[in-house]
Antibody, heavy 121, light 108 residues
Framework: QVQLVESGGGVVQPGRSLRLSCAAS????????THWVRQAPGKGLEWVAV????????FYTESVKGRFTISRDNSKSTLSLQMNNLRAEDTAVYYC??????????????WGQGTLVTVSS | SYVLTQPPSVSVAPGQTARISCGGG??????VHWYQQRPGQAPVVVIY???DRPSGIPERFSGSNSGNTATLTISRVEAGDEADYYC???????????FGTGTKVTVL
């Protein structure tokens, strides 16, 4: 069955960096676009970034542009999120999610269990 | 940026019908998806492509989309339907994916 397992979360000071990983299994990873979605404590879902199935394109929400970098290794079925210059407002549970459907009709059909990132001094 | 507005909460008695709105400019021209998130769990898609239901999702869940409002309807509500629900679209003008503000469904 499809499985997405995030890791790498933790407590980090403002201005520092953290790298999240998502290990995929149960499907052909290299044929799906994959995303990071976050949820601040007690708040709603916020889309963070996407990378196309072949890594040819990336898009980011405005608040993380220039600080976060999404990447993938299709040979290892792994998705990553490099987060630099972290801010308190980046505190959230970070989910990786697989997208089905293309372009303007893509939806998230599988999600990981999430990893908590806490930015605090 | 494109904004999707949902009512913060909806309360419904067991066996009744819950309707959750998702408002956005000309949302009828976009494809809408709906997610259910129970406390402490990851979201699960319950409706995709406006009105399609994934396997395993009860027929009690249905969706519609027209004009400036998309709607998720839950018929014959059960206690297990108590959760947060989010709508989602893709905003082509920014290449961003957008979630609604979320609605907490309470079963009385």
């Amino acid at each position: 069955q499809v499985q997405l397992v995030e890791s790498g979360g933790g407590v980090v000071q403002p201005g520092r960096s953290l790298r999240l990983s998502c290990a995929a299994s149960g499907f052909t990873f290299g044929t799906y676009g994959t995303h990071w979605v976050r949820q601040a404590p007690g708040k709603g879902l916020e889309w963070v970034a996407v990378i196309w199935y072949d890594g040819s394109n990336e898009f980011y929400t405005e608040s993380v542009k220039g600080r976060f970098t999404i990447s993938r290794d299709n040979s290892k079925s792994t998705l990553s999120l490099q987060m630099n210059n972290l801010r308190a407002e980046d505190t959230a549970v970070y989910y990786c999610a697989r997208a089905s459907g293309g372009g303007n009709s893509a939806f998230f059909d599988s999600w990981g269990q999430g990893t908590l990132v806490t930015v605090s001094s | 940026s494109y904004v999707l507005t949902q009512p913060p909460s909806v309360s419904v008695a067991p066996g009744q019908t819950a309707r959750i709105s998702c408002g956005g400019g000309n949302i009828g021209s976009k494809t809408v998806h709906w997610y259910q998130q129970r406390p402490g769990q990851a979201p699960v898609v319950v409706i995709y492509y406006d009105s399609d239901r994934p396997s395993g999702i009860p027929e009690r869940f249905s969706g519609s989309n027209s004009g400036n409002t998309a709607t998720l309807t839950i018929s014959r509500v059960e206690a297990g339907d108590e959760a947060d629900y989010y709508c989602q679209v893709w905003d082509g003008s920014s290449n961003h994916y957008v979630f609604g503000t979320g609605t907490k469904v309470t079963v009385l």
